[in-house]
């Protein structure tokens, strides 16, 4: 019966997420969660939350929960959208910004969603090939895409791009810049705001997923102009983030400071590790995020490594593509998950 | 910035949810929510919530909660997809089932999502007017669609068609049939799950919303052949259904009991309240649902009568379009709040 489906959709690759193993005794470095739990206030949300209310729809466009980050961000709530994680926010982002047949643009490498979002949407995709120290490049002045994906920091690499070149991209690209900023909690208060403040066609999305500890949830918002908020909102399931997770996402952003003191002691380990790291030979794309991208010693393979790793019980990412396969990205966890981690290799 | 904007989003309507108001004192019949509060299993689950493992991310094939519907429905995992609610099922299906310029089909009137829907999508949406008394009509055999959205019952008249005509509608349909069942469990045990089961080219489409009390949580889920599902997973989000949604499904769907009770003792007051309508001359269709779609004595208009609810503090929903808006549809509430209800009219 492959002809009842979408012949776009019989070729798709579904986006392949790092292993979630039940193993115990793992340590678990291969997804970019938080070591560190969420708040105390997510915990006691959800024991005194009223379950009878679940009976009732959630607020269809989130009100209170958007009305928090526009005080946060500083923003009004009308340009702030909340999603199903970042994840939907991306997904929105291509379909309302890439005309029927065009395209999405993005570094390479970047967040390996990106192409698959891209081709789900039916979209085409222009990978503009990063230097080979990960660092900035000035997209060519004549890139036909209607969207710009700008991770930032990147994934796998973990670099930061200056603000003042991701301003003057946006000033002469003709489509909307995208900054995710899924890693800046850790990128030491460097941040894309205020260009989605100032400008119309630059978007910068956000999730709970990472520094505030709620993979789990699935929370992700943007900022940016009303008009390309409201272009996410036209586009969304009608009711797409659910009572729960309005609420407990509530209760995380009334305590940033958690969120802000689980970050620093993340940066203090990631960097105590990279230090240790470049000592052993490795070489240490330089990080503003929760992982490290390391290339081993020569003579030691990258794939070699994340087998022998993972015969230790310790679980890394690797991702074969062509720019990345030399390389491995390692989640910063515990001071003692790190440890362990050093001690395998 | 308006050309940043994709010319089809620009011109959408986005659906409009049913009124979710705060005033105090409001008997709300107006968005087909279940009166009565999920069962105890659901709070027990909220509470015992391990909420550090929010850090981590959800499963994103929901293994247990498949396993479970797979289970309850008497079919394989691979022949179950879970959403975030139905909403997201739909959204999918028209994607994955249409091929690009092609349409969906639908009876008319029928749940008013689905040409928004469609409209999201970009793909024409074909109406099968239905008789005067909302009851069965073959749609054409000539209809060139991917996908028919059939609900059934259907809302928001709450009648429901018989399997047999449903069974010979995907006997000559060339594309998909997906019957969408968010109101089946208040149909005295009818359904079509069997067709699901036995024709590759059925789907059926079911909600934690209505019966299990939890419009709150959106849970949704497919049930069909591992084709299809397999259409679906390919284009879904990469973690579409948070941890807490996964482990609050699994907890209602571990006490179907609470919900059978409740369908019951719902059917029950829809019952007595149609018996009520008719004594007092509305016309009042048959309804297998959890509302009813009534019509008022003549000299009397939907609109004003439903102005007049409003002032007495009574919402139900009022759909303007040329084959209902002579109607007017009420969700059933407890028995004292149809009480209420009918001492209003």
Do not use: H
Request: hydrophobic residues 45%.
């Amino acid at each position: 019966m492959k002809n009842l489906i979408r012949p776009s959709v019989r070729e798709l690759t579904a986006y392949t997420p790092g292993e979630q193993p039940k193993a115990a005794g793992l340590i678990k470095l291969n997804t970019n969660e938080n070591p560190y739990p969420p708040s105390p206030a997510v915990s006691r949300a959800l024991k005194e939350y009223p379950a009878e209310s679940l009976r009732l729809y959630p607020d269809p466009v989130c009100t209170e929960l958007r009305g928090r980050i526009a005080e946060i961000q500083g923003v009004a709530p009308e340009q702030v959208f909340a999603g199903n994680g970042s994840d939907e926010v991306l997904r929105l982002a291509i379909r309302a910004f890439t005309p029927p047949g065009g395209a999405v643009a993005a570094f390479d490498p970047t967040y390996s969603l990106y192409p698959v979002l891209a081709a789900a949407e039916e979209v085409g995709y222009l990978r503009v090939p990063l230097p080979e120290d990960f660092g900035w490049t000035a997209p060519p002045a004549d890139l036909k895409a209607g969207l710009f994906l700008l991770a930032n920091p990147n994934a796998p690499t973990g670099v930061f791009y200056p603000q003042e070149e991701i301003a003057a991209l946006a000033g002469r690209f003709p489509g909307v810049v995208l900054v995710d900023e899924a890693y800046v909690d850790f990128a030491g208060g460097r941040d894309c705001l205020a260009l989605a403040k100032e400008r119309p066609n630059v978007l910068v999305c956000r999730t709970l997923s990472k520094s505030f500890s709620l993979a789990g949830l699935r929370i992700g918002y943007a900022v940016g102009s009303p008009e390309l908020i409201g272009a996410l909102f036209k586009l969304k399931d009608s009711y797409n983030v659910d009572r729960l997770a309005q609420a407990v996402a509530l209760a995380a952003l009334g305590d940033v400071s958690w969120m802000q003191d689980n970050a620093r002691r993340l940066v203090a380990t990631r960097e105590r590790v990279a230090g240790e790291l470049n000592r052993r030979g490795f070489r240490v794309t330089p990080s503003a995020a929760n992982f490290l991208f390391i290339e081993p010693p020569a003579g030691d393979s990258a794939a070699d490594l994340f087998a022998r790793l993972r015969g230790r019980n310790i679980l890394v990412r690797y991702f074969p593509a062509p720019r990345t396969k030399s390389f491995l990205r390692v989640s910063i966890g515990t001071d003692a998950q790190m440890d362990a981690f050093l001690a395998a290799l």
